[in-house]
Nanobody, 127 residues
C-alpha cells in the first residue's frame, strides 16, 4: 500500500505565499509522476501542477508564473523521490480550495502500478 500525506496548508492574505508538501510512503519501487490538484466549493477537481520523473512540469494557466512544483533535495544534496513541494506565491482568493496530492508509480509488490491520493489540505486566501 502506498500512502500520501500533505502538509503546509492554511490561511493567508491575498498576495501572500504558502508551500505545500507531499510525502508518499510505503512499498514504492519508482515514481512516474507527482501532481497537485484542487477542488473549490461547488467546482470540479482541477489539475494545478504536475512533475514527471524526468523533471518535466505542467501547470494550469491560472497559476503559471505564481506556483512552482519541485522535488526535494535534502541537506546532503540527495534527491528524495518520494517528496514533492508546491510553492505558491502571489496567492489570490480564487486559489482557495482543498488541495490534493496525487502520486503514480510502481510498487515493489504485485500489483505493481499504483495511483494514490492524499486526503487533501485546505488553502484559504482572504481578500
Amino acid at each position: 500500500q502506498v500512502l500520501v500525506a500533505e502538509s503546509g496548508g492554511g490561511l493567508v492574505q491575498a498576495g501572500g505565499s504558502l508551500t505545500l508538501s507531499c510525502v508518499a510512503y510505503g512499498t514504492i519501487l519508482s515514481i512516474n509522476s507527482q501532481g497537485w490538484y484542487r477542488q473549490a466549493p461547488g467546482k470540479q477537481r482541477e489539475l494545478v501542477a504536475t512533475i514527471g520523473s524526468g523533471g518535466g512540469t505542467n501547470y494550469v494557466d491560472s497559476v503559471k508564473g505564481r506556483f512552482t512544483i519541485s522535488g526535494n533535495v535534502d541537506k546532503n544534496g540527495h534527491y528524495d523521490k518520494n517528496t514533492v513541494h508546491l510553492q505558491m506565491n502571489s496567492l489570490k482568493p480564487e486559489d482557495t480550495a482543498v488541495y490534493y496530492c496525487n502520486v503514480q508509480g510502481e510498487r515493489t509488490i504485485i500489483p505493481r502500478a499504483f495511483d494514490s491520493w492524499g486526503q487533501g489540505i485546505q488553502v484559504t486566501v482572504s481578500s
